[in-house]
Structure formats: C-alpha cells, structure tokens
C-alpha cells in the first residue's frame, strides 16, 4: 500500500491540488490536514485487499480521523472557497513569483538549493546558526519564517498571499539576511 502524507503540501500549497498531481504517481492512501482546518484520510480500492482494515472493521479510526459534522461542513466551505476565487491557480502563479524573488536573493547572498512547488518554498542556507538569525531578525520585523532540516528556511504562506505581500516578506528577508550576513 503506497501512502502519501500531504497535511502540510495538500489542498493547494503546491500550485496543484495534491502533491501528487506533479508526480506521476498515485497513493493508495492519502493523509490530509493543515488548509483544511480538519484531518482526514481517503483511501483507494486497495484498500480493500487489506484484511479488516479501518473501513472495515469499527472503532480503527478515531480523533484526528474520526472527524465530525462541524469539520465536514466548514471542509466544504472551505472548498467552495478554494474553488470560487480560483486559489490552487493563484498558488501556481504566486508561488512561481516567490520561487524568481527568492531566486534573486540567492544572487546577492549565499542562499543555496532554492526549491519548491507552488508556494511550498525553501532555501538553504551555511548552517542552523545563521538559519535561527536570520528567523529571529524576520520575526523582530514582523515575519515569521519557519526552520526546516538542518540549515533551511521554507515558506508555507496562506493561499491567498499576494505578489505584494510576497514583496514586502523578501524585503524583510533581505534586510534580515544584510544584518546576519552581512
């Protein structure tokens, strides 16, 4: 059973619906949270091939998968949403913008391994130290950027983010990166 975890790249963060969309492959299971404000799971026919698996046999799925009638109904709307203003192509677009800014970051500091799908972006940078300085001075100015692995800096902004907004978080970025850099 192929399972793919997307709580943090679903729902649209990669430009596409699911992750998975760009890869050429196709779960067996799929994990899902985060921009939906629910969790949940959705499982193919394979499934079906495991003995008393959690479809089938009761009381295997409870709390984060159990979901309930307040988190089905706010999915919805948060689906409609999605759908309405057009945000998994908007996430496309902006997060190509985002991927070029941070592109010319990297040529005026030593930012390295740009990389991304849609607005799920990271760079890396010489070490944890500088990584936790350069968070620190962007959240003394009101940005608050997120560590990844053992030297890297990602982004996981809103859907709706804008090319403005992402302006103003590279502006704050390159200040930060002139402080702790140099």
Known sequence: VLIFDEVQTGVGATGSFWAFQTLGVEPDILAFGKKTQVCGILAGRKIEEVNGHVFETSSRINSTWGGNLVDMVRFDRILEIIEADDLVAHTAETGAYLKEQLLGLAERFPFTNVRGKGTFCAFTVADAQTRNAIA????????????CGMSSIRFRPPLTITKSEIDEGMSVLADAAKEVIG
């Open 136 to 147: 620190d001075a962007c959240f003394d100015r009101g940005v608050a950027i997120l560590g």
